[in-house]
Structures are given as C-alpha cells and as structure tokens.
C-alpha cells in the first residue's frame, strides 16, 4: 500500500504517511477499490470549441510527478487552448492532499479573479 502510494504521490508522500486518517482513507480507497470500474471509462478528447465554453470558469491544477495526469499532449492542448493552468511542484496525483496551502492558495486566487 505504501509502495503504490509513494509512486503515485510526488516527493511528498508524507502528506499521507505522517496522518493517520489520511493513510486511513487511503487503505479504503485500496481496499473497496474495483480496477474493472475503470475498464468502462473512456478517454475523450474534446476540442477547442469545448473548451472555450469553460475557459473562463476551470483551473486546471496539476502536479509535475502525477504519473495519471501529467502528459506533454494535455497540458499542450490546455496551453494552445488559453486554459488557465497550474503546474505544481513536487505534487504527484494527490495534488489536493500533498500541498494542501498551494492548492487552497490558488483555488482562492482563481475564485477572486
């Protein structure tokens, strides 16, 4: 459980291992997780005409070490699309739990704009 939450988490996997109900939360996550539920979902790839009816109202927040979210083609198109974007470092796919005062920060900044 710890190994997958180190791959999956950038070099601030402590976040969780440090707090007992986030690592609680983990191993039911792990536990009562079904891989096959993840087999029906699609990937769609939407188009500019998309985008743009959001632009104005998404944020998208990534981390630089998110081996589920970080790929050269989609942050490509979030820029060629004038998506408002962050990259954040040191944050794998638990963006919101490995740095939590970053990710509120922005949220905020976006939300007062």
């Known amino acids: 459980m710890r ?3 180190r791959r999956l988490c950038g070099t601030n996997s402590d976040a969780f291992e440090n707090h ?3 690592m609680q939360h983990w191993s039911y996550l792990l ?3 079904n891989n096959r539920s993840m087999m029906k979902h699609t990937i769609k790839i939407y188009s ?3 985008f743009q009816a959001i632009q104005d109202k998404a944020l998208f927040l990534v981390g630089d070490q998110d081996i589920l979210s970080h790929y050269p083609k989609a942050l490509a198109r979030l820029r060629a699309y ?3 974007h962050r990259i954040v470092k040191n944050a794998g796919h638990a ?3 490995e740095m939590p005062d970053i990710i509120h920060g922005e949220i905020m900044a976006f939300c007062k704009d």
Do not use: A, T, W
């Open 31 to 33: 536990k009562f997780f």
């Open 95 to 97: 963006i919101n739990h």
């Open 20 to 22: 007992p109900d986030l």
């Open 3 to 5: 190994k997958l939450l």
């Open 82 to 84: 004038g998506m408002e």
């Open 48 to 50: 500019k005409v998309d």
